[in-house]
Nanobody, 121 residues
């Protein structure tokens, strides 16, 4: 079964840093496009970045550009998001998404449950 699990969310002060992880199993990770999203209460989900199989982040959101960086390790089936210079407006649930190949349908997608980030001040 496909499993996507985010971790690392916490309560931090404005200006602080946090590193989120997304661990994925149940599909061929090395060919999947992984993505980070976030959602604040009452707002739509915001795409933060796509991280394709090459590991080079694409479509990085202007709201986080220069503060957040993205990486992946296909050998560990894991994607990371390093968040620096955090602001209160970064508060929200952070979600990991996978778009992966499947023999049955050609492609499919899956969401993790999310991890909460709260930035005080």
């Amino acid at each position: 079964q496909v499993q996507i699990v985010e971790s690392g969310g916490d309560l931090v002060q404005s200006g602080g840093s946090l590193r989120l992880s997304c661990a994925a199993t149940g599909f061929t990770f090395s060919s999947a496009v992984m993505s980070w999203y976030r959602q604040a209460p009452g707002k739509e989900r915001e795409l933060l970045a796509n991280i394709p199989a090459t590991g080079d982040a694409e479509n990085v959101a202007e709201s986080v550009k220069g503060r957040f960086t993205f990486s992946r390790d296909n050998a560990r089936n894991t994607v990371w998001m390093q968040m620096d210079s955090l602001k209160p407006e970064d508060t929200g649930k952070y979600l990991c998404h996978a778009r992966y190949n499947t023999h049955a349908t050609g492609y499919s997608g899956a969401w993790g449950q999310g991890t909460q980030v709260t930035v005080s001040s």
